[in-house]
Antibody, heavy 119, light 110 residues
């Protein structure tokens, strides 16, 4: 079946970096783009950015510009999101989601990866 | 890019209908037919309920419907059921080529 499986929970110290993976299966990886969304404890959803699985083009939220990098490995159908210079404000559940085209919505989601930033 | 505006909470009794609004600007909701709605139960990943303003993915109940007028999109849930109790988020593509979410609405089934 179509699914996105993310890497496990992680704990980082302030100033460190984290890299979350999102492995796709059950569909043609190159046909869909991947977006990343995060949710701080008790808060709403925040769009982080988007990457085209077909050509690697990216677009990031202005709030995270300069700290986030999204990549894909088409040989393993895996997307990655790296966030640098972590602070406690980055403590959140990080989700990857599949997008077919601009209006199609995010129709398949990963299970989420909890990232905790604590000294 | 500012978040879209949603009411913090709505409620209704079983069998009733409720509507959740999502207000943006001409640079997002009003300018694109790219509004989607997501349902999120506690501790779970969001689930796509509506895309392209008023389309339902396969498997989503026809009790859920979407619409848009000007800069405001709406999600209507008819025939409320206990399982509909969840948080709901709208999202829109924007003129800055990014997506933006609403702040979320907690639906309580009384």
């Amino acid at each position: 079946q179509v699914q996105l499986v993310q890497s496990g929970a992680d704990v980082k110290k302030p100033g460190a970096s984290v890299k979350v993976s999102c492995k796709a299966s059950g569909y043609s990886f190159l046909t869909y783009d991947i977006t990343w969304v995060r949710q701080a404890p008790g808060q709403g959803l925040e769009w982080m950015g988007w990457i085209s699985a077909n050509n690697g083009n990216t677009k990031y939220s202005q709030n995270l510009q300069g700290r986030v990098t999204m990549t894909t490995d088409t040989s393993t159908s895996t997307a990655y999101m790296e966030l640098r210079s972590l602070t406690s404000d980055d403590t959140a559940v990080y989700y990857c989601a599949r997008v077919e085209y601009i209006g199609s919505g995010m129709d398949v989601w990963g299970q989420g990866t909890t990232v905790t930033v604590s000294s | 890019q500012s978040a879209l505006t949603q009411p913090a909470s709505v409620s209704g009794s079983p069998g009733q209908s409720i509507t959740i609004s999502c207000t943006g600007t001409s640079s997002d909701v009003g300018g694109y037919s790219s509004v989607s709605w997501y349902q999120q139960h506690p501790g779970k990943a969001p689930k796509l309920m509506i895309y392209d303003v008023d389309n339902r993915p396969s498997g989503v109940s026809n009790r859920f419907s979407g619409s848009k007028s000007g800069n405001t999109a709406s999600l209507t849930v008819s025939g409320l059921q206990a399982e509909d109790e969840a948080d709901y988020y709208c999202s829109s593509y924007t003129s800055s080529s990014v997506w933006v979410f609403g702040g979320g609405t907690k639906l309580t089934v009384l």
